[in-house]
C-alpha cells in the first residue's frame, strides 16, 4: 500500500503563495493518477486538483488559474503550487490517489493550510 507524507502547509496572509509537498512510498507511484485533496472544519474532504500517470491535470472550479500541480516520479513526490490564497482555502491538505479512478490508501497527517490577515 502506498503511503503519503505531506508537507508545507502555514500561515499566509491573503493574496499569498505556498507549495505542498507530499512524499510517496512504495515503488508503484508512476503508475497511479494522484490527487490533492482538502478538508475544512465541518465540511466534508474534497478533491481539488488532479493529475494522472501521464500528467494531464484538471481542478476544481474553487481552485482553477490560481492552483498548480505536479509531479516527479524520479522523486517519488506530487506538488501543489497555491498562489492568490483565499481565506476559503483554509483546510487541512492531504495527497492521495485519485479516488475517481482508484481505491484510495492510508490519508496520513495531512498538512494545514491557514489563510488570514
Known amino acids: 500500500q502506498v503511503q503519503f507524507v505531506a508537507s508545507g502547509g502555514g500561515v499566509v496572509q491573503p493574496g499569498g503563495s505556498l507549495r505542498l509537498s507530499c512524499a510517496a512510498s512504495g515503488n508503484s507511484f508512476r503508475i497511479y493518477a494522484m490527487g490533492w485533496y482538502r478538508q475544512a472544519p465541518g465540511k466534508q474532504r474534497e478533491l481539488v486538483a488532479a493529475i494522472t500517470n501521464r500528467f494531464t491535470t484538471n481542478y476544481d472550479d474553487s481552485v482553477k488559474g490560481r492552483f498548480t500541480i505536479s509531479r516527479d516520479n524520479v522523486k517519488n513526490t506530487v506538488y501543489l503550487q497555491m498562489s492568490s490564497l483565499k481565506p476559503e482555502d483554509t483546510a487541512v491538505y492531504y495527497c492521495?490517489?485519485?479516488?475517481?479512478?482508484?481505491?484510495?490508501?492510508?490519508w496520513g497527517q495531512g498538512t494545514q493550510v491557514t489563510v488570514s490577515s
Open positions: 492521495n490517489l485519485d479516488h475517481r479512478t482508484t481505491t484510495v490508501s492510508g
